[in-house]
């Protein structure tokens, strides 16, 4: 080999060895510490410089791993990592085989989709208040949601909810169902925790305690399902605890009253909240509402002004969860009304318990509403072929079967019983008898 061969390997070799020796030393710095100390009778090892320092100060070793008569001669030896034992074993040419830390978590994506569906095979018994419900049985998909949650931070999340409706009405011709925006809102946590919501967004009047009837897919609460307020409303809502322990708030909410429809008008509605919970336990909610009408409507039968207050009651266990709530709301008369129509007055009562049985396998539920007046907005009601010329009661009663969490069936019944109206003929009772399914991801 000649002198000028020899010279290249030479410096390719130096070369290579100069790599490797960069790259073992930040390796080296990063992973491969190590530090023996014996005390005790029992042998510690660290892979974090820090955690040694300590040890050798303090005689703390903190969170560490302990492996019985794994040492040379049978001593215990406690690593402060995964990656500390597999070192020191190896170095010592001990036959131990100490696994890998677990992988972390993937960190969760900022955003999440999600939705239910819900629906009956139905039959409706042959005498209703509506003849079109008459003897009607078949099947519906009473409802579909599909959700895009968004996490922009940790103070600021939003919401964007397509929903889907069946034919409720039964009227002609039949239709597919036609999505619409259900929920549309931004929401900023700020000042601690207190919240403002702006958007299309849930109405104060039955959020919570559609939350803890817990049975939508079964029934609506009753302002939701007899008309007397909207599920949703466009504006914005200031929300938050009152004490340290969250079991008081409070909630403003400045809306349209449009429910998720554009305004048309310059009419407005404010709602304002107080809640005490101790979940589980004791519950209660007072519910303060006004809405502005057009005071000269068109027709000018219609009445103008409303004064809403509710409050509910409940309390709720595991194994299950009772609630009564009462709701008046007075409807003020138009300016323009003729001279025979008065402020009218509405009370609506209603009282629910469901038993969950263990493992979440059976749930049973019953319920009892009481319309104390004719309704006039029931007319209307998908589903739901109510009568509007008297007061009445309905109940509802039924079971549930889990075949997974979120994933449930069961038997139900709704019957609505009519009181002898002031004038006119009584309308026949409404009787459905249904088996609904409901699932959730």
């Given at each position: 080999m000649s002198f000028s061969q020899f010279a290249r390997r030479a410096l390719r070799l130096a070369v290579a060895s100069l790599v490797l020796v960069m790259v073992a030393v930040p390796a080296f710095s990063q992973g491969l510490y190590l530090k023996e100390i014996t005390k005790d009778g029992r042998i510690y090892v660290f892979n974090i410089e820090a955690n040694a320092e300590r040890f050798e100060k303090s005689g703390e070793m903190g969170v560490g791993i302990t492996m019985l008569a794994a040492g040379p001669n049978g001593e215990t030896v406690i690593g402060d990592n995964e990656k500390a034992l597999q070192l020191y074993f190896f170095k010592h040419n001990l036959s131990v085989v100490v696994p890998d830390p677990p992988a972390p978590a993937p960190a969760a994506p900022p955003w999440r989709i999600s939705g239910l569906v819900f629906g009956d095979y139905y039959y409706f018994g042959d005498s209703q208040p509506q003849a079109a419900f008459q003897g009607q049985q078949g099947m519906w998909i009473r409802r579909g949601y599909f959700t895009y949650d968004h996490t922009f931070s940790p103070a600021v999340t939003t919401r964007f909810r397509l929903e889907v409706n069946g034919n409720g009405r039964l009227v002609s011709p039949a239709v597919s169902a036609t999505p619409f925006v259900k929920d549309a809102y931004l929401r900023w946590t700020f000042h601690g925790r207190q919240q403002l919501t702006i958007g299309i967004q849930p109405s104060l009047s039955f959020e919570y305690i559609e939350g803890f009837w817990g049975l939508r897919h079964i029934e609506k609460t009753p302002l939701d399902l007899y008309g007397t307020d909207s599920s949703r409303d466009t504006g914005f809502t200031v929300a938050g605890p009152i004490n340290a322990a969250a079991t008081m708030r409070y909630a403003y909410q400045f809306g349209n009253e449009s429910g998720n429809n554009n305004e048309v008008d310059k009419f407005k509605v404010q709602r304002a909240i107080f809640r005490y919970e101790k979940n589980p336990g004791f519950a209660?909610?007072?519910?303060?509402?006004?809405?502005?009408?057009?005071?000269?409507?068109?027709?000018?039968?219609?009445?103008?002004?409303?004064?809403?207050?509710?409050?509910?009651?409940?309390?709720?266990?595991?194994?299950?969860?009772?609630?009564?709530?009462?709701?008046?709301?007075?409807?003020?008369?138009?300016?323009?009304?003729?001279?025979?129509?008065?402020?009218?007055?509405?009370?609506?009562?209603?009282?629910?318990?469901?038993?969950?049985?263990?493992?979440?396998?059976?749930?049973?539920?019953?319920?009892?509403?009481?319309?104390?007046?004719?309704?006039?907005?029931?007319?209307?009601?998908?589903?739901?072929?109510?009568?509007?010329?008297?007061?009445?009661?309905?109940?509802?009663?039924?079971?549930?079967?889990?075949?997974?969490?979120?994933?449930?069936?069961?038997?139900?019944v709704e019957y609505t019983s009519y009181s002898d109206p002031a004038t006119g003929t009584k309308p026949n009772n409404m009787s459905v008898a249904r088996f609904t399914f409901y699932w959730v991801w």
């Amino acid at each position: 080999m000649s002198f000028s061969q020899f010279a290249r390997r030479a410096l390719r070799l130096a070369v290579a060895s100069l790599v490797l020796v960069m790259v073992a030393v930040p390796a080296f710095s990063q992973g491969l510490y190590l530090k023996e100390i014996t005390k005790d009778g029992r042998i510690y090892v660290f892979n974090i410089e820090a955690n040694a320092e300590r040890f050798e100060k303090s005689g703390e070793m903190g969170v560490g791993i302990t492996m019985l008569a794994a040492g040379p001669n049978g001593e215990t030896v406690i690593g402060d990592n995964e990656k500390a034992l597999q070192l020191y074993f190896f170095k010592h040419n001990l036959s131990v085989v100490v696994p890998d830390p677990p992988a972390p978590a993937p960190a969760a994506p900022p955003w999440r989709i999600s939705g239910l569906v819900f629906g009956d095979y139905y039959y409706f018994g042959d005498s209703q208040p509506q003849a079109a419900f008459q003897g009607q049985q078949g099947m519906w998909i009473r409802r579909g949601y599909f959700t895009y949650d968004h996490t922009f931070s940790p103070a600021v999340t939003t919401r964007f909810r397509l929903e889907v409706n069946g034919n409720g009405r039964l009227v002609s011709p039949a239709v597919s169902a036609t999505p619409f925006v259900k929920d549309a809102y931004l929401r900023w946590t700020f000042h601690g925790r207190q919240q403002l919501t702006i958007g299309i967004q849930p109405s104060l009047s039955f959020e919570y305690i559609e939350g803890f009837w817990g049975l939508r897919h079964i029934e609506k609460t009753p302002l939701d399902l007899y008309g007397t307020d909207s599920s949703r409303d466009t504006g914005f809502t200031v929300a938050g605890p009152i004490n340290a322990a969250a079991t008081m708030r409070y909630a403003y909410q400045f809306g349209n009253e449009s429910g998720n429809n554009n305004e048309v008008d310059k009419f407005k509605v404010q709602r304002a909240i107080f809640r005490y919970e101790k979940n589980p336990g004791f519950a209660f909610e007072g519910l303060w509402m006004h809405g502005d009408r057009n005071p000269n409507p068109t027709p000018n039968t219609t009445l103008a002004d409303r004064e809403t207050g509710q409050f509910f009651v409940g309390y709720r266990k595991p194994k299950g969860r009772v609630g009564f709530q009462y709701t008046f709301q007075k409807r003020e008369a138009a300016d323009n009304a003729p001279a025979t129509m008065e402020d009218v007055d509405l009370h609506i009562y209603s009282g629910f318990g469901v038993l969950e049985l263990p493992r979440k396998k059976l749930s049973f539920y019953l319920r009892l509403d009481r319309y104390d007046d004719p309704c006039a907005d029931c007319g209307g009601i998908a589903y739901f072929p109510a009568a509007t010329t008297a007061a009445f009661t309905t109940t509802i009663a039924g079971m549930e079967y889990f075949i997974l969490p979120s994933v449930r069936v069961g038997p139900n019944v709704e019957y609505t019983s009519y009181s002898d109206p002031a004038t006119g003929t009584k309308p026949n009772n409404m009787s459905v008898a249904r088996f609904t399914f409901y699932w959730v991801w």
